[in-house]
């Protein structure tokens, strides 16, 4: 990377630096088509899983009201069946009697003017007991009937429930990989960030002034407020705006290397030690904190650092490096962090 940078200042260019461009527009190109096909499939199945569960919800709402009135036509077959029983025994009472009162004709035929009343009575009786019991029996069919068709409907509703359960089911599995793609495409993207922040941070650690108030701590590059601004101010002196220049130089030359496709920004994060100050123009240490911050951004964006890459935030001092409360520690908590993180 060095260099690659220093033949870039002496006015020469890699033969494989036109390879690379054209191959990283290239994965600009497929990923931004991958992703295009994943939202607009990601619409698509979404669209119809609404539409299934709608139907699911009307499919359930008619197997339910099939369910109840299987189950009245149940009860009412019982009924008609309780009913068939008593008439058929009253039939069988009915012709009972009239066997009685035929044998009563045959040995009183002295009494047949009032015996035969009785026959006729009788049989009267038994004919419109046999009309009952013949209507109650076409009912019977008749439910049965019913019964058989609200079984078939059963049936084919619970086949079509099925039905849209597995193509849901099979819906559902196709997110999951979309997913999954989606996740591996920017776990990608984030792992090739982080080889971008050690690259950026190795190339500070070489074109930096090896200074003991410039340190690299865990991801962040730190340095001493003294390095960049006097006591209780927040304007650079010559000295900062020196290695500002260094660190603008290797942002210009950061911006042109990471893809277009990644989010990245610069966060420029001042901070204090714990001594109160308040002054005309600063009323506490957030404020100038986050003026010192600022000034940073400001300077950077003056030397060519695209401002959409920046940002600028002030913790006075309320996050220290040092809990100490002696000199030392206080000098070590006036600093400025730079972090090199996602958008």
């Given at each position: 990377m060095a260099g690659l940078a220093s033949r870039r200042r002496g006015g020469q260019e890699a033969p494989y630096w036109p390879g690379f461009v054209d191959a990283m527009a290239q994965l600009l190109l497929v990923i931004t088509f991958l992703l295009s096909v994943f939202m607009v499939a990601q619409f698509l199945l979404a669209r119809e899983i609404s539409g299934q569960d709608t139907a699911l919800v009307k499919l359930r709402s008619q197997i339910a009201e099939l369910t109840q009135l299987l189950a009245l036509?149940?009860?009412?077959?019982?009924?008609?069946?309780?009913?068939?029983?008593?008439?058929?025994?009253?039939?069988?009472?009915?012709?009972?009697?009239?066997?009685?009162?035929?044998?009563?004709?045959?040995?009183?035929?002295?009494?047949?003017?009032?015996?035969?009343?009785?026959?006729?009575?009788?049989?009267?009786?038994?004919?419109?007991?046999?009309?009952?019991?013949?209507?109650?029996?076409?009912q019977v069919e008749l439910l049965n009937q019913q019964i058989a068709a609200l079984r078939r409907q059963l049936a084919a509703l619970n086949e079509a429930?099925?039905?849209?359960?597995?193509?849901?089911?099979?819906?559902?599995?196709?997110?999951?990989?979309?997913?999954?793609?989606?996740?591996?495409?920017?776990?990608q993207k984030v792992q090739e960030l982080a080889r971008y922040r050690s690259e950026f941070f190795g190339r500070l650690r070489k074109i930096l002034s090896q200074r003991e108030e410039i340190q690299v701590v865990g991801d962040r590059f730190v340095f001493q407020s003294e390095v960049l601004f006097p006591k209780g101010s927040a304007v650079m002196d010559f000295t900062g705006n020196l290695e500002m220049d260094k660190l603008a130089?290797?942002?210009?030359?950061?911006?042109?290397?990471?893809?277009?496709?990644i989010s990245w920004v610069l966060r420029v994060d001042g901070h204090t030690d714990s001594d109160p100050i308040q002054t005309s123009q600063f009323k506490s240490n957030w404020e100038l904190s986050a003026a010192r911050a600022i000034e940073v951004v400001k300077y950077l964006v003056s030397k060519g650092v695209s401002p959409e890459h920046l940002v600028a935030a002030g913790f006075g001092e309320f996050q220290p490096i040092d809990p100490g409360t002696d000199e030392e520690a206080k000098t070590r908590n006036r600093r400025i962090e730079l972090k090199l993180t996602e958008r």
């Amino acid at each position: 990377m060095a260099g690659l940078a220093s033949r870039r200042r002496g006015g020469q260019e890699a033969p494989y630096w036109p390879g690379f461009v054209d191959a990283m527009a290239q994965l600009l190109l497929v990923i931004t088509f991958l992703l295009s096909v994943f939202m607009v499939a990601q619409f698509l199945l979404a669209r119809e899983i609404s539409g299934q569960d709608t139907a699911l919800v009307k499919l359930r709402s008619q197997i339910a009201e099939l369910t109840q009135l299987l189950a009245l036509e149940r009860s009412q077959k019982a009924e008609l069946e309780l009913s068939l029983g008593a008439f058929t025994d009253d039939l069988a009472a009915a012709k009972a009697e009239n066997a009685k009162l035929a044998g009563m004709l045959e040995t009183q035929a002295a009494v047949g003017t009032e015996a035969g009343a009785n026959v006729g009575s009788l049989e009267s009786q038994l004919e419109s007991e046999k009309e009952v019991s013949a209507a109650a029996l076409a009912q019977v069919e008749l439910l049965n009937q019913q019964i058989a068709a609200l079984r078939r409907q059963l049936a084919a509703l619970n086949e079509a429930l099925e039905a849209s359960e597995a193509k849901d089911a099979e819906a559902q599995a196709q997110i999951t990989d979309l997913g999954k793609r989606l996740n591996t495409a920017l776990a990608q993207k984030v792992q090739e960030l982080a080889r971008y922040r050690s690259e950026f941070f190795g190339r500070l650690r070489k074109i930096l002034s090896q200074r003991e108030e410039i340190q690299v701590v865990g991801d962040r590059f730190v340095f001493q407020s003294e390095v960049l601004f006097p006591k209780g101010s927040a304007v650079m002196d010559f000295t900062g705006n020196l290695e500002m220049d260094k660190l603008a130089i290797a942002l210009n030359e950061l911006e042109q290397e990471i893809p277009a496709d990644i989010s990245w920004v610069l966060r420029v994060d001042g901070h204090t030690d714990s001594d109160p100050i308040q002054t005309s123009q600063f009323k506490s240490n957030w404020e100038l904190s986050a003026a010192r911050a600022i000034e940073v951004v400001k300077y950077l964006v003056s030397k060519g650092v695209s401002p959409e890459h920046l940002v600028a935030a002030g913790f006075g001092e309320f996050q220290p490096i040092d809990p100490g409360t002696d000199e030392e520690a206080k000098t070590r908590n006036r600093r400025i962090e730079l972090k090199l993180t996602e958008r």
